[in-house]
């Protein structure tokens, strides 16, 4: 890894999956990216990758001097993920837990990463082998967590919490991702999963920074047209930048 130079390392963690989890990872690494950072993202939600997608970023990877070459999206962002090894996209990674580990360790120290000044992790959800490896294998400095306000998610989010602290990786933010929706025929908000208590939860697992992620009604369809790096929301541009000014 002589040949990389990566200031910070952050995971992106849910714990649940269908948090949006995969779109806050992208949506960060844009607003980095925006705001002059050499940004990556390590998919390492190896069996379930959809980084690349959202980026539109298909075929297979390559070599360069030794090492694989990450994609670079169109905003700058690079990009690790195992749907870049595959001939097909739809094509299921059927291994192991050791096989796994072994494919994350290689996506960081194996991957021509160059000059970033932050590398965004985007965990897989739950608690087992493959988290554990990632935290204990990689420079991880912190975790943002994104969550929803529905209480089972609550739940679910201060077991993945409660891990990482367990290994001494500080929650560095809280995300409540689907916090409410701006009616477009008369702005009015809308709750649709309940108000929550996402900023009590924040002070309960101990972060300062907290961010109230809005319903964008056509962040689905960008996001499926490989088009992330349009969507702007400046809640996630504010969390960037707190991110940014705590590491």
Same mark, same amino acid.
């Given at each position: 890894?002589?040949?990389?130079?990566?200031?910070?390392?952050?995971? *992106?963690?849910?714990?649940?999956? !269908? &948090? /949006?989890?995969?779109?806050?990872?992208? %949506? +960060?690494?844009?607003?980095?990216?925006?705001?002059?950072?050499?940004?990556?993202?390590?998919?390492?939600?190896?069996?379930?990758?959809?980084?690349?997608?959202?980026?539109?970023?298909?075929?297979?990877?390559?070599?360069?001097?030794?090492?694989?070459?990450?994609?670079?999206?169109?905003?700058?962002?690079?990009?690790?993920?195992?749907?870049?090894?595959?001939?097909?996209?739809?094509?299921?990674?059927?291994?192991?837990?050791?096989?796994?580990?072994?494919? *994350?360790?290689?996506?960081?120290? !194996? &991957? /021509?990463?160059?000059?970033?000044?932050? %590398? +965004?992790?985007?965990?897989?959800?739950?608690?087992?082998?493959?988290?554990?490896?990632?935290?204990?294998?990689?420079?991880?400095?912190?975790?943002?967590?994104?969550?929803?306000?529905?209480?089972?998610?609550?739940?679910?989010?201060?077991?993945?919490?409660?891990?990482?602290?367990?290994?001494?990786?500080?929650?560095?933010?809280?995300?409540?991702?689907?916090?409410?929706?701006?009616?477009?025929?008369?702005?009015?908000?809308?709750?649709?999963?309940?108000?929550?208590?996402?900023?009590?939860?924040?002070?309960?697992?101990?972060?300062?920074?907290?961010?109230?992620?809005?319903?964008?009604?056509?962040?689905?369809?960008?996001?499926?047209?490989?088009?992330?790096?349009?969507?702007?929301?400046?809640?996630?541009?504010?969390?960037?930048?707190?991110?940014?000014?705590?590491?």
């Amino acid at each position: 890894m002589s040949d990389n130079n990566i200031k910070h390392v952050i995971g *992106i963690v849910s714990g649940k999956g !269908g &948090v /949006g989890k995969s779109m806050t990872c992208s %949506l +960060l690494a844009c607003a980095m990216q925006r705001a002059g950072l050499k940004t990556g993202i390590l998919d390492a939600d190896i069996t379930g990758p959809s980084i690349p997608k959202m980026f539109g970023i298909h075929g297979r990877t390559h070599m360069e001097d030794g090492k694989m070459a990450p994609a670079a999206a169109g905003c700058g962002v690079k990009l690790m993920s195992a749907n870049l090894l595959l001939d097909r996209e739809d094509e299921p990674v059927i291994w192991r837990g050791p096989l796994l580990n072994t494919m *994350i360790k290689r996506f960081f120290e !194996g &991957v /021509g990463w160059g000059e970033l000044d932050v %590398l +965004l992790i985007d965990m897989p959800p739950g608690t087992s082998d493959v988290p554990l490896t990632i935290y204990q294998s990689l420079p991880i400095e912190g975790i943002v967590m994104v969550s929803t306000p529905q209480s089972l998610v609550e739940m679910i989010v201060k077991k993945a919490s409660s891990m990482a602290g367990a290994l001494n990786i500080p929650l560095l933010a809280l995300v409540q991702n689907f916090s409410y929706l701006s009616c477009p025929g008369c702005s009015e908000v809308i709750y649709p999963y309940g108000k929550g208590r996402g900023e009590e939860l924040a002070g309960e697992l101990g972060t300062k920074i907290y961010a109230q992620i809005p319903w964008v009604l056509d962040a689905a369809q960008k996001c499926d047209a490989g088009e992330v790096s349009s969507i702007v929301i400046p809640e996630i541009d504010a969390l960037a930048s707190a991110l940014v000014s705590s590491i």
